[in-house]
């Protein structure tokens, strides 16, 4: 009875070592198969410099003319073939932008006029506003 159990055990033992080898071999060989597509998807698209996009378009079947293509070109062709999709730049909300430089403008006016009087208070506080001011349509666009 002993033995049975102790068989039974060893047998379990060898099939799960066979699964977990399975596993690791599927994995080497989904590994193996992103490092061959590696290379090309190393650095993306818009980091590549013209010469290695070329490279890259070159090996797309049907395509001539690549070496008198521009970046922007190269990189339109090679997102088309591999059927990427262009995300549309955000849109900085000019009027946004407009509203922030024209309180600045406002508030160099202050400024001046609180320089005539001589009001060190006042200009402290208004070139304060001013910076803030900066920084947000820096950051707005």
Same mark, same amino acid.
């Given at each position: 009875?002993e033995?049975?159990?102790?068989?039974?055990?060893?047998?379990?033992?060898?099939?799960?070592?066979?699964?977990?080898?399975?596993?690791?071999?599927?994995?080497?060989?989904?590994?193996?198969?992103?490092?061959a597509?590696?290379?090309?998807?190393?650095?993306?698209?818009?980091?590549?410099?013209?010469?290695?996009?070329?490279?890259?378009?070159?090996?797309?079947?049907?395509?001539?003319?690549?070496?008198?293509? %521009?970046?922007?070109?190269l /990189?339109?062709?090679? &997102?088309?073939?591999?059927?990427?999709?262009? #995300? +549309?730049?955000? !849109?900085? =909300?000019?009027?946004?932008?407009? %509203?922030?430089?024209?309180? /600045?403008?406002?508030? &160099?006016?202050?400024?001046?006029?609180?320089? #005539? +009087?001589?009001? !060190?208070? =006042?200009?402290?506080?208004?070139?304060?506003?001013?910076?803030?001011?900066k920084?947000?349509?820096?950051?707005?666009?």
């Amino acid at each position: 009875m002993e033995e049975e159990t102790k068989t039974e055990e060893t047998q379990a033992e060898e099939v799960k070592e066979e699964a977990a080898t399975e596993t690791v071999e599927e994995t080497t060989e989904e590994t193996a198969g992103a490092a061959a597509e590696a290379p090309e998807d190393e650095k993306p698209l818009d980091k590549m410099t013209a010469p290695e996009l070329k490279e890259v378009a070159g090996k797309i079947p049907g395509v001539t003319g690549v070496t008198a293509m %521009k970046k922007a070109e190269l /990189i339109a062709l090679i &997102k088309e073939n591999r059927g990427i999709v262009d #995300e +549309e730049p955000k !849109k900085v =909300e000019t009027t946004k932008i407009k %509203k922030l430089k024209n309180k /600045i403008v406002d508030l &160099k006016a202050a400024k001046t006029a609180a320089k #005539e +009087e001589k009001n !060190k208070k =006042e200009i402290d506080i208004l070139r304060r506003r001013i910076n803030r001011l900066k920084k947000m349509t820096r950051k707005a666009g």
